[in-house]
């Protein structure tokens, strides 16, 4: 006999908290990105081009802060730009089939998925990613 425990979905994603109240991903992405781009900015700074280092500080920072902390439908940021990329450019090909209006819906399959809104198809690859 086995035991079923419902786990909530914010249990689920839960991060811990390693160190400054930064998850290990964010903490990473910090320890790498602060000196790269303190080093950019003391270039700059050096060279008397201090505007120029607050555009070049602002840009090098961007991919960091995606890294570490965006993460949109739950899902890592370098994950989802793969998808989107794939979407954008994959094989655009769709097929038609007839549905049989008297078949039982069959949930939790691939056939049933397809049938269902983009919206609901998005929440499920969500929600699939995150647990």
């Known amino acids: 006999m086995a035991f079923e425990v419902k786990v909530y979905r914010e249990v689920t994603a839960y991060q811990a908290k390693v160190m400054f109240g930064l998850s290990w991903r ?22 008397g081009q201090e505007n120029l280092g607050v555009v070049l500080t602002f840009v090098l920072a961007i991919p960091f802060i995606a890294v570490g902390w965006v993460r949109p439908m739950g899902v890592p940021f ?8 794939e979407a954008r450019k994959g094989h655009k090909r769709f097929t038609f089939y007839q549905r049989d209006p008297f078949a039982q819906r ?7 998925l397809a049938r269902t809104s983009r919206k609901a198809r998005r929440r499920y690859g969500a929600f699939e990613a995150t647990n």
């Open 78 to 85: 370098e994950q989802y730009a793969r998808y989107a990329v």
């Open 26 to 47: 964010q903490f990473g992405i910090a320890a790498i990105g602060i000196p790269v781009v303190g080093v950019v900015f003391a270039a700059c700074y050096m060279l």
């Open 106 to 112: 069959k949930e939790g399959t691939h056939e049933a």
